[in-house]
């Protein structure tokens, strides 16, 4: 808020909000992983996609779990697009928070007791044991390193001491994988729901997802399972499944496949997997063994947030290191993301890892537009959970007209891929027997499984903007 208020634009202050949650949440995110920004201009330029994401090196794969971090050259490159104010300015909180301290949350904490592939650091474990919520948290070190960067631009990360340290530590990357790491800039897919346009990022990011789940919602008219809980979990489980089937078969680095985009978002093939629901009933056919160690391990610790500012342009962010704290790996001051994981197992997936290709990724921050501009923004974190997560908040502010703040408080459930089983959070009120339906439900304590939803919505007749910001881990919204 405070780069907005001494004039800089929503692009500027996503940079600066994206280095302090590397500072604030190293769990989540940082410079040692990526992520994707969507922006919408509104002042007639055309919305853009910034695919900052890691990718595989060059050499031989197999090789390790991690990446070629592109956080520091992606919040560069839409600085250099956007930004207005200096690249210093927007830095020097997430070097004022690394320096001088953070408090520590309950889910930091939380994270770090979790997290059995850390090194023993001291500041992370002072005396051997997590460091409680409450405390401190001092990063001398990684405060530093952004001391380098701000100073000396990105080429202090991919070039230099800090490449030649991520290079000691994981030898698969060479200083030439970092040195040519390059920012995607795409266009933005686009679909329809309701009385909006849903614009999301293309493979291989999981926007081709969540426009399918939500044009087969529509077109199955969901808005008729409002008050049925479990019927609109179940509907919602299955298109989600459709679509996740169609995404194993057809979605991968659009680079190294040819990914049919145009044809499995036309309205033909949207009608066709309608054509695959028949009820509730869940079909064989669309349970599908999990590809990726990702989502076999289940990740799902990522960031997300969403900028608005005094002209209207929004920006949806998502930022991650896949793995809670990545693949463990420290490195200066930082983690290393371990994205390489959600590559597919299966060796004719379109999916498969190659050398210089980035993995499919759930990710999806997305904004939704009326009468072409911004309305709502919105994303969430969760892993292979996001698409559905992201897809059952829409419905519910679209469809079903519930309070935003309200809606995303709501317990909510996720119908798995691979097993005839409904996850749902405490408190979740089924109405209905499941086992009349064939289906198993399983009560998950642990409510950070099933995201983080975080938006904004412009009321598009007061211009009036509220936010919500789910209950389920950290976060909060203020506009002014």
């Given at each position: 808020m405070r780069i907005i208020e001494q004039g800089g634009n929503a692009v500027d202050a996503a940079i600066a909000v994206s280095f302090v949650l590397g500072v604030a949440e190293p769990y989540g995110s940082g410079i040692g992983g990526g992520g994707t920004m969507l922006i919408h201009p509104n002042n007639g330029e055309d919305p853009v996609v910034y695919d900052y994401r890691e990718t595989a090196p060059e050499g031989t794969l197999p090789s390790s779990d991690i990446g070629i971090p592109g956080f520091v050259k992606g919040m560069y490159k839409v600085h250099d697009d956007f930004g207005t104010k200096n690249m210093e300015q927007l830095m020097d909180p997430a070097i004022h928070f690394a320096a001088n301290g953070v408090t520590v949350s309950e889910t930091l904490h939380h994270a770090l007791e979790e997290s059995e592939h850390l090194p023993d650091?001291?500041?992370?474990?002072?005396?051997?044991?997590?460091?409680?919520?409450?405390?401190?948290?001092?990063?001398?070190?990684?405060?530093?390193?952004?001391?380098?960067?701000?100073?000396?631009?990105?080429?202090?990360?991919?070039?230099?001491?800090?490449?030649?340290?991520?290079?000691?530590?994981?030898?698969?990357?060479k200083e030439n994988d970092l040195e040519s790491y390059e920012v995607e800039v795409k266009e933005p897919l686009q679909g329809e729901f309701g009385d909006y346009e849903v614009l999301a990022p293309p493979p291989p990011s999981g926007g081709i997802m969540l426009i399918q789940v939500l044009e087969m919602a529509e077109s199955l008219q969901i808005e008729d399972t409002k008050d049925h809980p479990l019927d609109f979990s179940l509907m919602m489980g299955l298109i989600n499944r459709i679509s996740y089937s169609d995404r194993l078969e057809n979605v991968g680095d659009p680079d190294y496949t040819d990914v049919p985009t145009d044809e499995m978002l036309s309205d033909d093939h949207i009608n066709h997997l309608v054509s695959e629901v028949n009820g509730l009933e869940l079909s064989e056919e669309y349970r599908h063994d999990l590809e990726s160690d990702a989502d076999?391990?289940?990740?799902?610790?990522?960031?997300?947030?969403?900028?608005?500012?005094?002209?209207?342009?929004?920006?949806?962010?998502?930022?991650?290191?896949?793995?809670?704290?990545?693949?463990?790996?420290y490195v200066n001051g930082f983690f290393l993301n371990d994205q390489l994981k959600n590559f597919s197992n299966r060796e004719d997936s379109p999916n498969r890892?190659?050398?210089?290709?980035?993995?499919?990724?759930?990710?999806?921050?997305?904004?939704?537009?009326?009468?072409?501009?911004?309305?709502?923004?919105?994303?969430?974190?969760?892993?292979?959970?996001i698409t559905s997560m992201v897809a059952q908040q829409l419905v519910k502010m679209i469809k079903f007209n519930e309070p935003i703040q309200e809606s995303v408080n709501n317990p909510r459930a996720f119908l798995e891929f691979n097993e005839d089983i409904l996850q749902v959070e405490p408190d979740y009120v089924l109405l209905k027997n499941p086992e009349d339906l064939g289906i198993e439900v399983q009560n998950i304590g642990n409510t950070t499984y099933f995201g983080s939803v975080q938006g904004l919505v412009i009321n598009d007749e007061s211009g009036e903007i509220h936010g919500f910001s789910d209950n389920n881990r950290d976060g909060t919204w203020m506009s002014k």
């Open positions: 650091l001291n500041h992370y474990f002072p005396d051997g044991e997590p460091i409680e919520a409450g405390e401190v948290l001092v990063q001398k070190q990684l405060a530093e390193t952004l001391e380098d960067i701000k100073e000396n631009g990105p080429s202090a990360f991919y070039q230099g001491d800090i490449a030649s340290a991520i290079n000691d530590e994981e030898e698969d990357i076999i391990e289940d990740h799902g610790d990522t960031t997300h947030f969403v900028v608005v500012d005094k002209n209207g342009m929004m920006v949806s962010v998502t930022n991650t290191l896949s793995s809670s704290f990545g693949s463990g790996e890892p190659e050398p210089g290709k980035r993995p499919f990724s759930y990710t999806t921050p997305t904004i939704l537009t009326k009468n072409g501009s911004p309305a709502i923004g919105i994303g969430s974190a969760g892993g292979r959970k």
